[in-house]
């Protein structure tokens, strides 16, 4: 039910200490009963590991099944033989579907989950080189709290080190707007209830029950849950158990030496309500910015109608409309060093208020979640000890990549008044300049806006990393071959030594032909396509089915706007790969032909 107004009344007098009271005792409720009906208990076992498809059926045929073997073997009859052949039959018939019927409900379970359908299908083919990478027992939690918390600190070190204190604090600048959002408004039971369903039901380590529990007994503790997310709103104050971030160390690529500290990245996982509490905040926040027009308009991180694919199509049409004047064009990534985890809160919270005209109890509420917060972490069974969170927003939270593209905000203005086109996706920042070949002159501007860039960076704590941003040089060959020889740095950045550089997962070459893009996806998918196909008759349709859509099709499908217009020689390639995975689910041999196959797979020719 909606809040009376004598319940926000009620709300309006709570202190900060009873809704941590709340909280903490919702939070003990739900463990002491969880404890009280399953608890944990350690049972000693020496029997063998046994399979986790291996059940109490396929247990006791196996007993019968080797009984009635011993049985043949001792008196050599005809009869004993059959009937343990027959036994035997049966035996392997109900672990075959054991066996399916585990792996079926695992990838029904997961089937939004890519990373880990592709260790499942690891293990299934025995691929050792697919397996995802362990933590090594040599790194501690706390060899990684130490690690992520001194790596920001360098950051902050080296930046302050490289710009004179008066020189941020002078770049440091707001502009106010009229537009306020003082308050938020307390949400009702049916918001609450659709918030938490259309939730994933993702469970931390500090959660007091699995969220899948959670959300079946959600009727008998809504109420509860919704109390503690309106206090939390009228009074501007998060919980500080909402406030406490269990730290997943995850490796940037599968390729990366796991014993490397360098090659992880800290993912923080946060109670589950917490998550809810701030899906109710991104709501109303993203709610205030649509009416007032706050978003910045080429910035499509973390907004409604927007992905990665919107921002690529407007970089890859304005770059196609400058080959067809004429004119070649210089395309610069920019890459930045732990931009979430370097984020200062002071400049966020003076961004909030004169940027986006966040005031009130509003303004308190995101003053206290950004204090006072915890992080730890947890690796190989141990924990570290907490830190305390002075910088960043978390990643892994809802609300932590909302409040990055906030903190933005002010650098589309630095690039406009250089004249420079650009397009941001979250930290994720593209310039582009096109321009005659006789006008180098030109690349002036680029050379001055890059150092407005890294001017504005340092004024608020983020580092430019030189060494992965990228630049090239796109358009005819006769052309940019003119360009190139006086871009070997610019700005310190070095020219792309190929040509070709990854943007947004999709791959640029030098002609945008995308054909270089096309042959990674044909790789990619055929491997896995391979992989799939050797372990298809033990997998139902529909298994098979979510394992290529999860693998194949979802990478055919990933920002395809993009090939519109490419030749049909060079699309032909990536036709070839829907016809062999709808040969794999039908079984269908590779002289049949192949439109009927994708008719009845419902594919498009």
């Not at 927007?306 to 400058?322: C, F, G, I, P, Q």
């Amino acid at each position: 039910m909606p809040c009376t107004n004598i319940e926000q009344s009620s709300y309006l007098n709570a202190t900060p200490t009873e809704v941590d009271y709340l909280v903490n005792n919702f939070t003990s409720s739900l463990r002491t009963t969880l404890d009280t009906v399953a608890p944990v208990k350690t049972k000693a076992s020496n029997q063998k590991y046994l399979t986790l498809w291996y059940n109490s059926q396929t247990r006791s045929l196996k007993q019968i099944t080797r009984k009635l073997e011993r049985k043949w073997r001792v008196t050599n009859l005809e009869d004993h033989h059959l009937a343990w052949r027959n036994s035997l039959l049966i035996y392997k018939k109900a672990l075959r579907k054991a066996r399916t019927s585990y792996y079926s409900s695992l990838i029904e379970e997961n089937k939004n989950n890519p990373r880990f359908l592709f260790s499942t299908a690891a293990r299934l083919t025995k691929i050792q080189s697919s397996f995802e990478p362990t933590i090594p027992l040599t790194l501690t939690s706390n060899d990684f709290i130490n690690f992520f918390t001194n790596k920001i600190l360098i950051i902050r070190e080296k930046i302050t080190n490289n710009h004179p204190t008066d020189v941020i604090l002078s770049t440091a600048t707001f502009s106010t707007i009229d537009v306020k959002l003082g308050s938020f408004s307390p949400i009702d039971l049916s918001e609450l209830t659709s918030i938490i369903n259309s939730s994933k039901p993702s469970t931390c380590l500090l959660d007091p029950i699995p969220t899948k529990l959670l959300k079946e007994v959600l009727p008998l503790i809504n109420s509860s849950i919704l109390n503690m997310i309106n206090l939390s709103l009228i009074i501007g104050y998060v919980p500080q158990a909402f406030k406490v971030a269990v730290v997943k160390p995850l490796l940037k690529k599968p390729s990366l030496d796991p014993a490397v500290l360098a090659n992880y990245r800290p993912i923080s996982n946060l109670p589950f309500i917490s998550k809810i509490l701030e899906r109710v905040v991104v709501k109303q926040l993203t709610d205030h910015q649509q009416r007032n027009g706050l978003f910045e308009e080429f910035q499509s991180g973390f907004r409604a109608h927007h992905s990665t694919e919107t921002a690529l199509v407007k970089v890859t049409n304005d770059l196609l409309m400058a080959f067809d004047s004429g004119l070649i064009s210089v395309l610069v990534l920019l890459d930045l060093s732990a931009a979430f985890n370097t984020v200062d809160h002071n400049i966020l919270l003076e961004r909030l208020e004169h940027a986006v005209g966040i005031t009130g109890t509003v303004l308190q509420w995101f003053v206290s979640y950004l204090s006072n917060r915890l992080q730890f972490v947890h690796v190989n069974g141990e924990s570290s000890s907490h830190t305390k969170v002075n910088y960043g927003v978390p990643q892994g939270s809802v609300l932590g990549p909302i409040l990055f593209t906030l903190y933005m905000v002010p650098l589309g203005g630095i690039i406009r008044r250089n004249s420079i086109n650009f397009h941001c996706y979250a930290d994720d920042t593209q310039l582009y300049l096109s321009m005659k070949p006789g006008n180098t002159h030109q690349l002036v501007k680029l050379q001055e806006c890059l150092k407005d860039i890294k001017t504005w960076m340092a004024a608020n704590f983020l580092l430019l990393n030189s060494d992965k941003t990228e630049v090239i040089v796109l358009g005819p060959e006769n052309l940019r071959n003119m360009v190139s020889n006086q871009i070997l740095t610019l700005d310190g950045i070095t020219l792309a030594s190929s040509n070709a550089v990854r943007n947004l997962g999709v791959i640029f070459d030098q002609d945008m032909s995308f054909n270089a893009h096309i042959k990674q996806i044909c790789k990619t998918a055929f491997f896995h396509l391979r992989n799939i196909s050797k372990i298809r008759n033990i997998r139902s349709q529909s298994d098979a089915e979510k394992l290529v859509h999860a693998f194949i099709t979802s990478r055919l499908d990933y920002c395809n706007s993009l090939l519109l217009g490419c030749p049909k020689n060079s699309l032909k390639s990536l036709q070839l790969i829907q016809n062999a995975a709808a040969r794999v689910l039908t079984g269908t041999r590779k002289r049949e032909q192949i439109s009927p196959v994708l008719a009845s797979c419902q594919i498009q020719n």
